[in-house]
């Protein structure tokens, strides 16, 4: 009997193990995110007599919806924007510091729920002086603007200050290099800086954004930023288009028709003299309230949005070419992306989907990946990395590469 109930009861614990097991995975797959994009870049450093200005877009991420977003300082609102059940929202603001916060952070916090009552936050900072400091920091004419990945960018600026200075740092994507952190300085008013850096794998066709930070020890403050393009030093045989902004189709700037072979983006007024050159069509569905990327062929595309009464002879029904493209939507994380290293792993990417093909890529978020394959026969995989805000005058920014 006593072994009968010892049966019993450890079955009864391997299946609450296992059900605990289902709930914690069940919490991971619903964690909320955002993606907090700057329309206006926000200043590093001010003075009583500026303004900060906030001009912000907030994305869900994994198709949540948004309830609300609020801007707050020190725990009080400044303002909240409703939702209602968006993917995004805008958020604007302008906060005039006063005199008593000179020396401070603001740490301002953005606060983002969704439909569901889930929070997060995010901090955004900006440091206040008294007046402009007198802080100059100089680059060489010898600092490169690009490398290949087996070299080092290595050169010294020259940092001068009416103060002491306090610390000199350097940045990369808001993050500090502590190695190349100095807070002990022979002159304390004027220092030959010395920056170095050894691009990593996941840098390869990346435009790197720096900034080298000095405060003097009256708390003045001055951010230098630069740029370092890092190329390939071997040859590969899949062509790489960074930063792509394809259009909505009532974009006034960029256009909506994008070329895989030479990474061109065309507007929609002369499309049909370029039809044999696209691949593929972005535009943005008030019904979903999303960005979509398609193949020209797709028939909803030519029925409901690049019309004949809208555009013309540039309607995609009057295209003499409409090229076919296959898409999949797949599941790739950025550091994936950017360690694709030949056709073949584009290829692969697309063969070893298990999702149909289609000619739709549906909505797209940020973070989302599709890979397709061409009229041409030529594979290729697109990351979207950010969008505008949701409308049919609206953009996407997009990573892409493709076999050559």
Known sequence: MRNKISKILIAFLAIVAVACKKDKANQQEIVFSVKVTQKTALPAVVTPADEIKFD????ANGGAKLNSVELSLDGTGLTTVSANGAAQVDLQHTYKP?????????????????????TVERDLMVYVQSA??????????????????????????VVKSENDIRYIKTFLNQTEITALTKNTFPNPKEDSYHFTYQPMVTDIDKTLEFYVEVMDVLGNLVRHPFTITVKRSVAVDFNVYANVVLGAQRSTGPGPFFNATTGEVYVTTGAAAKSASIDLVTFYSGSTNSYNITSPTLATVSANIYTVALYGADALDNWPTRNKTLIKKITLS??????????????????????AAGETSAGMANGNVIVFLTAGNKYGVLLLKARSANANTGNVTVDVKVQK
Not at 56 to 59: E, K, R, S
Not at 132 to 155: G, H, Q, R, Y
């Open 56 to 59: 912000l877009n907030v994305t």
């Open 132 to 157: 402009p400091a007198n802080i100059s920091v100089l680059l060489p004419a010898t600092a490169p603007t690009e490398i290949k990945d087996n070299e080092v960018a290595d050169f010294n600026l």
């Open 98 to 118: 006063t005199t008593t916060e000179v020396g401070r952070s603001l740490i301002f916090r953005l606060k983002a729920t969704n439909s569901e009552g889930k």
């Open 334 to 355: 950025q550091s994936e992306f950017d360690l694709i290293g030949s056709s073949a792993d584009i290829q692969n990417l697309y063969t070893s989907a298990s999702v």
